[in-house]
């Protein structure tokens, strides 16, 4: 009864921290707030070009004075379109567009179809009138898309809370052309103005602007033979450009220049490219003139990458009150990384204007202040290279994860024949330890600049580490196989919990990781490394506990299992909601059966018990710090506060259909089937074995319960689905692998010396 009462009175002063830790947030002075703010959109230019490939004077001096960040644009899908990008502005919140209507914004007096007037086509669609500006054709549609997202977008987000804080509006934009030769298609809009989208209202009205052909010139030499007319946008920029106004400017030649690619050939669109960028700084430059430093803002972001590769687009950011260094926001909580949804909440921080609940996305705010801009560029620059050639590299390594298990299933199959060779168990031991060793491999190579050296240096470098840790394993267990296979679980632990607390240096830009053109996380564990930490933590806390006897061996696996839980949870370190959700209940029925207490119905309300205990505290840590740099934890119980329990079960409905989806997208799906055969073989086929590895290790079977929870809620309460499980079955595969050999009922295993495992495992190498 007293255990009850202290848990009960522990739980009411969690609820009690909760509710009065909230603070305030204190808001900057009113001198250092923006009265204006210029967005100029630089569409599908990517760091590494303004860094390296094309001259933008313009540009690079203002880069070299801004606060900037990579600026991942991934939206409901991670190929993101101009629309998809503009909208996600809009919304504060991943939205999409509808490719064949969402470039159709016109003013409102513009002929569209036959005798008939944009306005007039609008009120047929709307049933509102509309007498001036510029209004979107496609905002019906549009909206039907979203409602079918799971992402709860309130289109026009940016807009309203500009027209309720007395902010103007305005866009002034044109990628519009086509080909004389190529009919119009069904797919696509004829128009390219989705730049409108950024600041319409939810009613699909922006209240000034030009969108208009009367922007564009002739020019036979550029792409449609059109391009922007300079005179004429910096003249519709001015007649908008008034106290209290946020104007959107688009550098619609390198929407034209993009568009045009499938039409010229490889040399001739770098030139393409290369002068629609040097007029979009001509542009840039200006449109700066027209700009006070003292109480204006200027954004420069790029709202989509170019479609021939999904690259960091750039955001640079000048504000009153706001020093040159490396932006971060909440949602990242990286110096240098920047989601797209932030870019609203961004605008109207700089304004003063309170973020509308429904926006996802945070302000940003400077992080890292130090090394020069050329280094910060540098930096950016490099990252989003890693990027690109981590993303080459995720489908190999998942790839060679799933093979690896497979082979060590039909080797397991093969060699415990009577008839098969000795020494080919003794490779299947080896090699085990090896593919042991090879998701660890996958981070340690991220210690070295291999996405400067290419494929084959990289695999090499893969493959040489996991057979250098395959010998290691073997060397520490020459005395007891347990040992070895221990070090093989721990060494992933400690790796990736070090990892974690230093910032992730290893799993930023990591095949089994994440990156920040992926823009899942950007600290804390990936899901991939959690489920290897996951995996290798509840099968390593019984063998430790074994490992070192008694009282105390068992403590100290609770032990591991604790230190996990608080890495994985803190909000300092990441708050991986989902990690925490499935980790507690399945460390915590680990941890009862460890030190011998009886399961019952108690035993499930404790393991509940904890779990809210749990999510509580670390809930109240995360609310305890300032709004802007809270966590998934903080962020979604100020949505459903805000907005009701609606917005957590949009979040619950999300992840069960990416899960589902995994299931019939991700190669990690084909690790069940190999799970499952191993399992069956081993249960129908060779049950003494099975026994044999229980007697040899007590509590294994503690781990495997552990495992199998585990991996059922991982999978449930991550949105990386099937990918769950097929990480921890690659863990639990070459264990059984290992163990399979070193306690063989038909001959004990004679111990294998150093030199022995090192031959064996170098071979493999």
Known sequence: MKRWSGATLAAVALVAVVVTARPTAAGAGESDRARRVLVFSLPFVSWEELQDTYDAPNLERFLHEAAIAGLTTRSERRATKLADGYLTISAGTRAMGDPPTDGDAFGVDEPFGRDTTAGEVFFQRTGRRVSSGIVSLALPRVADVNRRLLYDAELGALGIALRDAGVDRAVVANADGRQPD??????????????ALSLIDARGRLPAGKVDDELLERAPDWPYGVRLDLDAVEQAFTDVWRDRSVVLVEASDLVRADQYRGYSSPSRREVLTGQALHRADRLFGRLLE?????????????PAHAARQITLAVLAVKAPGMEPGLLRSATTRRSGFVQLI??????????????PSSMEGRPVEVGDTGGSAADRREMITDADLAAQFRDMRVGEIQTASVLFAAALAVWAFFVFRRSVARRWRDWLAAAALCVLGFAPATFLVRALPVHDWGFVPYWILVVAISGALGALYHRIGRERFVDGLL??????????????????????????????????????FSNPAYALV??????????????????????????????????DGAPFWGSDVGGILSMVPAFGVTAFLLLGWRLRWQTVVWCVLALVLAIIGFTALDLSRPSERRTHLGRLVEQVEDNGLRDFVLVVQRKLADNLGTLRGSVWAFMLPIGLALGLWLVLRAPHRLRAMRDAVPGLQIGGIGLAIVALLGWALNDSGVAIPGVMLTVAIASCAFLLVRTDPDRAAPPVDAATALDQAGALA
């Not at 190529?182 to 730049?195: D, G, I, L």
């Not at 700089?350 to 973020?355: A, D, K, N, P, W």
């Not at 400690?494 to 600290?523: E, H, K």
């Open 182 to 195: 190529t009919p119009p298609s069904p797919t696509t809009s004829v128009y390219h103005r989705q730049a």
């Open 342 to 355: 932030d870019v609203a909440p961004s605008i109207l921080d700089v304004l003063g204007i309170e973020r």
């Open 290 to 302: 027209h700009i006070d430093p003292e109480r204006d803002a200027v954004f420069v972001v790029g």
């Open 534 to 567: 996951a995996a290798s933590t509840v099968l390593a806390a019984p063998l430790l506990a074994h490992r070192i006897g008694g009282q105390r061996g068992k403590w100290c696996g609770v032990g591991l299992l604790a230190i996990v839980i608080v890495v």
């Open 487 to 524: 070090a093989a679980l721990l060494v992933p632990v400690a790796l990736l919990c070090i990892d974690v607390v230093l910032g992730t240096p290893l799993q930023f830009n990591s095949a089994l990781g994440y990156s920040p053109t992926v823009a899942g996380r950007f600290v804390g």
